[in-house]
Each structure stands twice: as C-alpha cells, then as structure tokens.
C-alpha cells in the first residue's frame, strides 16, 4: 500500500550550528586535571553541536559526559536525528528500521513490536519543564528538587507533513487496530546534559573561574540532589526560531551568572535556565 506522504523538505530544515572553537582550557573542567586532555563539544556533536573548548575534558570525565549524552542522544532523540540526518561517529550502525508497538485487533491484550521503516515512523519528541531554578527565584538550596519534573513537552514527530494523518495511514499499511508512538524522558540524564553545557559554555565565554561545586557534581552524577535549585526552564510554549540551537549567557548578579540554552529552536522546543554560580 502506498502512502500519500506530503514530505516537507527535509533536507536544509534544520539549519546548522554556527562554528565557533574557543582558545585551549588546558585542564579539565570538570576535575581540574591536566592529563589526557580531550576536546569538548559544549552542545553535543550527535545533535549538531559545532561550539568546541579544546584541551578541556580528561579521559574519565570524558566517560562520564559520553555516557549521559549517550543515554539523551538514543532514547529520547534517536528517532529525530534518525529524521533529520543529524550527525553520527557511526553512521553505517544506523538502523534502517525502527521498534513500534502494535496491536493487531482491540481484544489483543499486550502491544507487540514491529519493526518499521524510518521513513514510516512515528514518534513523540519529549522535553522537560521546570520551575525557576530555585536560586534564582529566592528558594533557599535544601528547598530544590532533584532531577524530576511534573510537566513534558511532548509534540508528535515523524517524515511526513502530518503526524495526525500518519497514523491511521501507517495502521492500515500494517493491517494494524492501533499503534503506540512512544517518548522516554530521562530527567536525570538530561538534567546533567545541560548542566554540562552551561558549565562548559561559561568557561568557553567567560574563562577559567571557581565556578559551583554543586553544579559539578551534577555533571559528574555525584549529587543530583540540588539539580532544580541550579536548572529550571521557561514553562510557556515559544515560537520556533530559525535557528538550530541557541545559547546566551545572561548576568543574573555579582556572583551569579545564568546560561540561557535553547536546543532545536526551529521545532518550538522550551528554553531552559542554568545557573552558574561562582565561589
């Protein structure tokens, strides 16, 4: 059966990151050593992250940033950098098909997998929303929660014009009575992922100073804790902008300072707050 794709133009859709290489760290952001020293992508390269702080990550930090992106990268992003040809390290592992559940009649009492073509699937893009982050809305550190949030931004995702007509095109072509597009969010992973942007990015702009503690020990999933006291987000919906990410450092007070980060604007996603505060 031939579906009636209407296919927007996905290639250019999602524009590139602009390049930018910053000067040398020297030592690990993250721990302060200075052996083995690696490049650090401030938004990972696996969602076209091109802002890079050379010499500034050490080969055990390296493992525990990697495995983090990695965890937001493949279950929560898989499928949209499936989508968008977003880049890969290992593109000749890239799946061709992809896991959906299915039920093939209304009394059938468990989903079943089926594999489907990429270019057939659908899938849900999910974010998180949060509070204020706690410091900068006045709540005092033992006040903040930890990684968790009451509240998903969730939009539906797939190559065609319409997510809402894919369905029931795609359930008839699988001879299917329902199908269940799935979204994992992994709060903790994500909220480490952007604390390490914020930290990173403030050392690319701003240099090497004593920033918080605290906000490392998210990073390194020491202490996750404190996690909303330092990272909240907008909680309204935002207009898409013609940009793939955006990242902004904004002066909150003497010791204080906020980085805005927004990743893949042009799909209307939220904005999230970090702070990053100085000793």
């Known amino acids: 059966m031939h579906m009636n794709t209407n296919l927007p133009k996905l290639s250019g859709f999602l524009p590139k990151h602009e390049e930018r290489v910053y000067s040398d760290v020297g030592r690990c952001i993250y721990c302060g050593s200075t052996e083995a020293l690696s490049d650090e992508h ?7 992250g091109n802002f890079v702080l050379p010499k500034s990550s050490c080969a055990e930090c390296a493992k525990v940033t990697s495995s983090f992106e990695q965890t937001c990268m493949r279950t929560m992003y898989g499928p949209l950098r499936l989508l968008y040809n977003l880049p890969t390290r290992r593109r000749k592992k890239r799946p061709e098909k992809l896991p959906l559940k299915v039920k093939f009649s209304a009394d059938q009492p468990d989903w079943e997998l089926v594999d489907v073509k990429q270019e057939d699937y659908p899938f ?13 809305a006045g709540r005092p550190l033992g006040e903040s929660d930890g990684p968790t949030t009451k509240r998903l931004w969730i939009r539906g995702g797939c190559p065609f014009a319409s997510f809402d007509e894919l369905l ?3 359930a008839r072509k699988l001879n299917a009575h329902s199908l269940f597009p ?6 903790p992973s994500f909220s480490r992922l952007l604390a390490k942007i914020a930290l990173s990015f403030a ?3 701003i240099g090497t100073q004593p920033f918080a503690d605290d906000l ?12 909303r006291y330092y990272i909240g987000s907008a909680s309204q919906d935002e207009p898409p902008r013609n940009m793939l990410h955006e990242l902004a450092i904004l002066k909150f007070s003497s010791s204080v300072v906020v980085v805005k980060i927004r990743l893949l604007c042009k799909l209307g996603t939220p904005t999230y707050f970090v702070a990053v505060s100085n000793n």
């Open 168 to 170: 029931p095109a795609l």
């Open 124 to 136: 849900l893009v999910t974010f998180p929303y949060f509070d204020a982050p706690g410091i900068l």
């Open 216 to 227: 490392t020990s998210i990073i390194l999933g020491k202490d996750l804790n404190h996690c």
């Open 42 to 48: 401030i938004i990972p390269y696996s969602l076209g």
């Open 182 to 187: 799935e979204s994992k969010a992994d709060i």
């Open 203 to 205: 050392v690319a702009e």
